[in-house]
């Protein structure tokens, strides 16, 4: 799958990169509202993940703006702030899912599986794009079941706070000694 994440923490960005990029996903990545707009003009992307608190832009702004220009990709909103208010906002703005922070991986990969396999495949998506420069029989089965990358496995809060994740794992440290 071709996958747009929009998201302007790095840290996050690059735990969810790393890991899409090792399950054979196509990753893209912007930070604000006008790169996602440009990506979204070029590109047709089977699974849009959309940060919902982008520094001065707003996610739920973004993903109504994308349903308005006709974008048919799935998108997934998440957000660190995840209430059931937002998660009705988030339906309202056009998202087809949506995930609380700090999820698993396993739930964001089924949930990236799920949205991808429900919407309309890539080549569907913009007419106007070329199709691909090699056939189907170039491609093996193997290459989608393996990868040199580690996958990681959860992303929790402490994981997104380096300090504190520091401070924690010494004083376990200590308490086994």
């Known amino acids: 799958m071709h996958i747009l994440i929009v ?29 996602t707009l440009e990506l979204i ?42 209430t059931a208010e937002m998660e009705k ?25 799920r949205l991808g396999t429900s919407g309309i495949p890539t080549d569907q998506l913009r007419a106007t794009l070329e199709p691909p420069a090699c056939s189907q029989e170039t491609h093996s089965a193997e290459s989608f079941t393996k990868s040199d990358q580690i996958r990681p496995t959860t992303m929790t809060l402490v994981e997104t706070d380096r300090s504190k994740c520091i401070s924690i794992n010494t004083s376990r440290v200590w308490e086994q000694s």
């Open 7 to 35: 998201e302007d923490d790095m840290r996050i960005v690059g735990f969810m990169k790393r890991g899409l990029e090792a399950e054979a996903h196509d990753v893209d990545i912007a930070s604000s509202k006008l790169q």
């Open 41 to 82: 003009t070029i590109n047709a992307y089977d699974v849009v993940i959309l940060d919902i608190f982008l520094g001065p832009d707003d996610g739920l702004d973004i993903c109504r703006t994308l349903r308005q220009q006709g974008v048919r990709s799935s998108i997934l909103l998440m957000t660190a702030k995840g």
């Open 89 to 113: 906002a988030s339906r309202s703005a056009g998202a087809d899912a949506y995930l609380a922070k700090p999820f698993s991986f396993d739930d964001l990969i089924a949930t990236v599986v």
